[in-house]
């Protein structure tokens, strides 16, 4: 297992910087072995050690110590000491402009007609808190779905099995191979200092041969404060679901948007058994509508769709039920359903507004 970053624009990677021992000279009537290196230098800067100095020249005695700079009263002086290793460089702390940076989940397998569902966590990228400003996902064949969601104290971890039934903040989410989500001028997602990143992944693989992959993102972000209006994720999730074996069915639910915001995208997340999806305004307007369920496209507003006061939101999702079992709500794409609306808007109180 490999965590791997990419740091672009000046961002600094933290390494753990090993500091060295100061060696004490062994005694003899020759005088004393010059000092062994000294102490590795470490902290913020990353600087090496100092070399030790050995002892000055003389003749009998005790024998020299080495150490930061090694001293001896009598006896022949003292080999130089060698200098420690450099130490890392610190990571963190407030930066201008803005910074791009690259994460990279662990490679995984997932079988011939198999579905998976895996996570993965990844500290604070930035060392700070920021506003992301652009978010860029990829990928490979297979994939159904990935949300990268804030995880508080999130550190570097290696892929592991998870649920696909998981809800909360995030800075980005994807339904398709390749997807690049920016905000307007002006405006960002705030990730805070104590929050890292947990990828959920979700991939179905229909091929008739095992496959091996992974997700990429990459994100832009400037110093917090930065962005003039705080963005948010909007998520209508209708559980509802229940559609006899072999027949059509429908699941509608109307929740409110937050009022006096601009929706910036809106799109759908169903199964492999939805067949039609339609959101419509409380005035009737029709905001989005799809029939793809595995990647479907996003509606975008430019500069961004206003309800007003009048912020229903009403969606339906349409379903053809060929199991012999009846269709309800559930994580599989093989064997379950989901009717989900989700989008960005600003600017926004707090990071998501959520309609379970």
């Known amino acids: 297992m490999q965590n791997r970053w990419w740091v672009l624009g000046g961002a600094a990677v933290v390494l753990s910087a090993c500091g060295g021992r100061v060696d004490d000279s062994p005694s003899g009537d020759d005088g004393g072995v010059g000092g062994k290196g000294g102490t590795v230098g470490a902290g913020s800067n990353g600087r090496g050690g100092v070399s030790g ?132 001028p002006g405006v960002g997602l705030r990730m805070n200092a104590n929050e890292g990143l947990r990828f959920n992944m979700h991939w179905l693989n229909t091929s008739s ?8 993102l990459t994100l832009t972000a400037g110093a917090a404060g930065s962005a003039k209006y705080a963005a948010g994720f909007l998520f209508m999730n209708n559980m509802n679901i229940n559609v006899a074996p072999h027949a059509q069915g429908t699941a509608t639910k109307t929740c409110s948007a937050p009022p006096n915001v601009k929706i910036l995208d809106l799109v759908s997340h169903m199964h492999m058994r939805a067949t039609h999806v339609v959101a419509k305004s409380q005035s009737g307007k029709v905001l989005y509508e799809s029939k793809e369920w595995d990647h479907p496209t996003a509606a975008t507003f430019d500069p961004g769709l ?51």
Not at 209 to 216: A, D, G, P
């Open 53 to 184: 100095k050995g002892g000055t020249s003389g003749r009998g005695g005790t024998s020299g110590r080495g150490g930061a700079a090694g001293s001896g009263s009598s006896g022949r002086g003292g080999a130089a000491g060698v200098g420690g290793a450099d130490g890392a460089g610190g990571s963190g702390g407030s930066f201008s402009g803005t910074r791009t940076i690259t994460l990279r989940s662990d490679d995984f397998v997932v079988e011939a007609g198999g579905e998976a569902f895996k996570c993965q966590t990844f500290r604070n990228p930035f060392g700070t808190s920021v506003d992301v400003f652009r978010s860029e996902s990829h990928m490979p064949q297979g994939s159904h779905h990935m949300i990268a969601f804030f995880e508080t104290e999130a550190s570097d971890g290696s892929v592991y099995d998870c649920s696909g039934l998981e809800f909360g903040d995030r800075v980005h989410s994807a339904q398709v191979p390749d997807y690049v989500h920016e905000y307007p």
């Open 209 to 216: 041969k095992r496959i091996t992959v992974h997700t990429e």
């Open 306 to 356: 206003e309800l007003g006061t009048e912020t229903d939101i009403t969606w339906t999702c349409t379903y053809q039920n060929n199991l012999d079992i009846p269709l309800s709500f559930g994580e599989s794409a093989a064997s379950n359903e989901m009717c989900i609306i989700s989008g960005t808007f600003y600017p926004a109180e707090s990071r998501s507004h959520s309609c379970l």
